[in-house]
């Protein structure tokens, strides 16, 4: 019990990749549910749960997860029927009716069992003792997932234990002088989010495209909500492909979402990611390029943006061009690229860069990675920033977020060679006055696409 509660993770909201893990599994089993669950004194609780509606936690009966949690190897029933135990167990004598149950325990380094992923069904079967293994790869997964959360955390309370130290020092200087400044700085998690959501007033729109089935992607992006109102967002680029690239990225994830909630700079966001960077043995010697930014509602219409960069290619800024006599109407583009913003997590004294906009009616904002850059044209040269650029101006203007994305996906496909990197686009746009209020709604293109099998750009 106490490791379960070392790792603070009992009724957290759900978590993508925990999410992911028991989809996977049920793939992988081919059954109806499979569940990551932590167990805790007197309940079972799960932190996902594929294929089981509105069930958050069950009690400790004795036969499934609350057997399976006390040994050292998998457990596998091909029967619960059959089982002495588990066919006492509601699970088993209740709706849903199990009569397959198998699971692996969720261990942590030094010998804790906390919980189990466990694949269920309502007819009994079997499975190989290679499926066994993989059920026990899962779970080693969702304890790797932990520590990263954990180590996320830990770098967190030491930012803010850290900053505590030097605000009360600071006050105290300043109380000598009469004045009190004030300080504030944090680091949390962050993680590519199932769909995007509803942002009141804005519309918004995503695409993920991995160059390989083969390896993990590096690009990451998200939007979340902040207090007040606001709304945090970020893009970026993790070093890399692969397992490692994945770690890296589920660090950013979580480390940008804990720091966004603590400052509303965001340039203090970044700088927080970078010390995680450094610091986690995890990381190694990764660093990532990102684009962090808030957004806080206007009164007048529209949204402030306050976005900051650490080495990545810069936004783009779009608005409807001033109509210009016998000219067709197109778009103005912008490129917001503040200055001095260096890599994250490459140099413990790394600077970032920030700027403020503002997104008006009837324009929008596209962040991108270097993929989209560097994708070959058909004279065998990346397109670039200049390409990007003319292509952007040739867009309608008033031109949506969801439309925008699309668009930029059109220019992709119609490549030669496609994208041969990771490409992750984020788009957001303030509908124009005279758009239907339907079209102001949010998460209209949030899907992730890969290089076919065997057709590698």
């Known amino acids: 019990m106490e490791a379960v509660r070392r790792y603070d993770i009992l009724d957290t909201p759900p978590d993508g990749a925990f999410d992911r893990v028991a989809a996977l599994a049920a793939r992988l089993f081919d059954v109806p549910v499979a569940t990551v669950t932590i167990v805790d004194e007197d309940r079972i609780w799960f932190k996902a749960a594929h294929g089981l509606d509105g069930v958050?936690?069950?009690?400790?009966d004795p036969g499934l997860c609350g057997s399976?949690?006390?040994r050292d190897d998998a457990l596998v029933i091909p029967d619960t029927l059959l089982d002495d135990v588990a066919c006492g167990n509601p699970l088993v004598t209740g709706p849903l009716g199990v009569r397959f149950y198998a699971a692996a325990p969720i261990t942590t380094t030094d010998g804790h069992k906390l919980g189990t992923v466990n694949v269920l069904d309502t007819k009994p079967r079997s499975i190989t003792s290679e499926q066994?293994?993989?059920l026990t790869d899962l779970a080693a997964i969702v304890m790797d997932e932990m520590e990263l959360r954990l180590s996320a955390l830990r770098t967190v309370r030491q930012e803010q234990q850290s900053a505590e130290a030097e605000r009360a020092a600071r006050e105290q200087a300043e109380r000598d002088k009469a004045a009190i400044a004030s300080f504030a700085s944090t680091l949390q998690r962050t993680l590519l989010?199932?769909?995007?959501?509803t942002v009141p007033g804005l519309e918004l729109a995503c695409h993920y495209h991995t160059a390989s089935v083969h390896d993990v992607g590096g690009d990451f992006y998200d939007v979340f909500p902040l207090s007040a109102g606001k709304w945090g967002l970020f893009l970026g680029d993790v070093c890399g492909k692969g397992a490692e690239a994945a770690t890296?990225?589920?660090l950013v994830r979580y480390t940008l979402r804990a720091s966004a909630q603590h400052t509303d700079d965001p340039v203090a966001v970044l700088g927080a990611l970078n010390s995680a960077l450094l610091t986690d043995v995890w990381a190694g010697s990764r660093f990532c390029t990102a684009f962090f930014a808030t957004l806080a509602p206007d009164p007048a219409g529209g949204f402030t943006v306050a976005l900051a960069t650490g080495g990545h290619p810069?936004?783009?800024h779009l608005s409807p061009a001033p109509p210009e006599a016998g000219a067709a109407p197109h778009t103005r583009v912008a490129?917001?690229?503040?200055?001095?913003g260096m890599l994250i997590g490459a140099f413990p004294g790394a600077r970032f860069a920030s700027t403020t906009l503002h997104l008006a009616p009837g324009q929008a904002l596209l962040l991108y990675t270097d993929g989209l850059t560097e994708a070959q044209?058909?004279?065998?040269?990346?397109?670039?920033d200049e390409g990007l650029t003319a292509f952007l101006s040739a867009r309608p203007a008033l031109c949506g977020a969801a439309q925008l994305v699309q668009d930029t996906v059109g220019l992709l496909d119609a490549l030669p060679e496609g994208a041969s990197d990771d490409v992750a686009l984020l788009a957001l746009s303030v509908p124009a006055p005279d758009r239907p209020v339907a079209a102001t709604g949010a998460g209209f293109t949030a899907h992730t696409t890969a290089a076919p099998a065997g057709e590698e750009h």
């Open 56 to 60: 958050s936690e069950i009690g400790r």
């Open 68 to 70: 399976a949690v006390l």
């Open 132 to 134: 066994t293994a993989t």
């Open 193 to 197: 989010p199932p769909a995007l959501p």
């Open 248 to 250: 890296i990225t589920s």
């Open 314 to 316: 810069p936004a783009y």
């Open 335 to 340: 490129a917001v690229r503040p200055q001095g």
């Open 377 to 384: 044209t058909s004279t065998g040269t990346m397109l670039g």
